[in-house]
């Protein structure tokens, strides 16, 4: 506006107007002959800048016509100056009307005539330009829109990928899911089969010999009543694996000096009807007594390979050193196919470490180191626990897969040479190293036991110090957890 208020202040008539009015400071006058500017004292003065540009253009009107709309096209950019706009054409077409005749010889009516013209074109390219800029404004906004869009389309994409990820992983969770429960269901199903036939044949004792107390499922062996007492009842034993209340409970083992979980040991642990645990020293005795510890350790193994599916389908792994009870080791129907089990699954020999007692591993048979040694070709590996004696062949333990050797912390602070070892026992980590055997020192209860095993570098240890076995969760906390995470990934 400061710019097209500066062109109509160039209104002035110019020195060639004023010669033509009849001399220096006489007045222009109209046809009339009546004055309508003031005197004006032919004096020199220096141009201005919009006068410069009038000399070089030729004609005041030209100046006029530049400067208002260089000074209005900066206003046009302002919607809110659109009034002002149109007040300033009707002023300078007002303008037009005064100066024309004097200037140029109109007449008054032809002088109306173009102040009315030139309002209606400044008009008109006002509305033009107004209409340019709308048209551009326009544009920008589809532009944005076009961004917008493929945006959306974009985030569109990744949330079908997403939910068409989530699906696959619910499918392939619902199979895995699937496959467990089967594998279980044919578990319980041989273990009711066994116990049906063990039913059976105690009834048909119970009749051979009356003598014998009727009311017992199976009764325990006369010569032991105190270790049976400490027990709990067959039937609870029996109720808590028929509807399948048998928990897996996690051990860490860690690094030493470090600290920092490396293996797990699993255990199994029974619940009654009231949901209270059963300890093994509870139930061992009579499960094996009533041949049921193949069961528990075939449920124990599923439990462990649920468990290790679980966190691979998380993308994180486990090592789950998984125990094998002597009487499973040799139950003729249930090893070969627990074996068959494993060759099925061979990923998971990276993650399942199968532990036997040193009595039972000098106690195999051929038929026995056979199927552990299809497992072997299969790279599962093996470990050795509840050591009495250290008179083994560590080469011969090593060429049948046995990476693990685990030695109470008592044996080897007190009683490394008792146990009939032909080395000392700083000695002993080197030994079993060169074999290819890890040791792990196991009930490591305190720090001060702790202590006296500083002197063995001790790579692993096990015991209540480092943490005490806890349970795992179960399958229907996993599929309320998966559920909960499924719903987080379709609301995000």
């Known amino acids: 506006m ?12 110019s020195r060639r107007a004023l010669s033509r009015s009849g ?25 201005g800048k919009n006068e410069t540009r009038a000399r070089a253009m030729g004609k005041r009107p030209a100046c006029v016509l530049y400067c208002v709309v260089v000074g209005l096209g900066k206003a046009f950019m302002n919607p809110l100056s659109n009034i002002l706009a149109v007040g300033s054409y009707a002023i300078v077409a007002g303008a037009l009307a005064i100066v024309l005749p004097a200037g140029l010889g109109l007449g008054g009516g032809a002088a109306v005539l173009v102040g009315i013209g030139f309002f209606v074109v400044a008009g008109l390219a006002h509305w033009q330009l107004l209409r340019g800029r709308e ?50 269901m044919r578990v319980l199903e041989d273990m009711l089969l066994k116990m049906e036939r063990r039913r059976q044949n105690a009834e048909t004792r119970a009749v051979e010999n009356p003598a014998r107390s009727s009311g017992q499922f199976l009764s ?33 083992i860690v690094s030493l000096p ?54 691979h389908h998380r993308n994180r792994s486990a090592v789950i050193f998984c125990n094998i009870s002597a009487h499973s080791l040799r139950d003729e129907d249930f090893f070969p196919q627990f074996v068959d089990f494993m060759e099925q699954n061979s990923d998971l020999a990276g993650s399942l470490i199968f532990e036997f007692s040193q009595e039972t591993v000098r106690s195999n048979g051929e038929q026995e180191w056979a199927q ?13 626990d509840r050591v009495a004696d250290l008179t083994m062949s560590f080469d011969e333990l090593a060429a049948r897969n046995f990476t693990f050797i685990k030695l109470s912390a008592d044996s080897l602070s007190s009683r490394v040479d008792e146990l009939g070892a032909t080395l000392q026992s700083s000695d002993l980590k ?36 480092f943490g005490e076995p806890r349970r795992s969760r179960g399958p229907e906390e996993m599929s309320r957890e998966g559920a909960k995470t499924a719903r987080h990934a379709l609301a995000g």
Request: net charge negative.
């Open 23 to 47: 001399g220096q400071g006489r007045p222009a006058v109209d046809v009339r002959g009546q004055s309508y500017l003031p005197a004006v004292n032919h004096i020199s003065r220096p141009r």
């Open 220 to 252: 325990p062996p006369a010569a032991a009543p105190a270790a049976i007492s400490s027990t709990v009842p067959l039937q609870t034993v029996s109720a808590a694996l028929e509807e399948n209340r048998v928990d897996l409970y996690l051990q860490p």
């Open 2 to 13: 400061a710019a097209a208020i500066s062109g109509c202040c160039m209104f002035l008539p």
């Open 430 to 465: 080197r030994v079993l190293r060169a074999h290819g055997i890890d040791l792990i020192a196991e009930k490591i209860e305190d720090e001060a036991m702790m202590v006296e095993l500083l002197d063995f570098e001790l790579d692993y240890g096990q015991g209540f110090l």
């Open 135 to 184: 048209l551009l404004r326009l544009q920008n906004d589809v532009v944005e829109l076009s961004v917008l869009e493929q945006q959306l389309r974009d985030e569109l994409a990744a949330s079908s990928e997403r939910l068409r990820m989530l699906a696959k992983s619910v499918s392939a969770l619902d199979v895995v899911t699937n496959r467990e429960v089967l594998a279980e």
């Open 372 to 384: 552990l040694a299809r497992l072997a070709a299969r790279d599962y590996r093996f470990s050795i």
């Open 258 to 311: 470090q600290r920092k979980t490396r293996f797990f040991e699993g255990y199994s642990r029974l619940r009654d009807a009231e949901g209270q645990v059963i300890e093994p020293a509870q139930y061992l005795s009579i499960a094996e007594q009533a041949g049921l510890i193949s069961t528990i350790d075939n449920l124990l193994l599923l439990r462990c390979v649920q468990l290790i599916r679980r966190l």
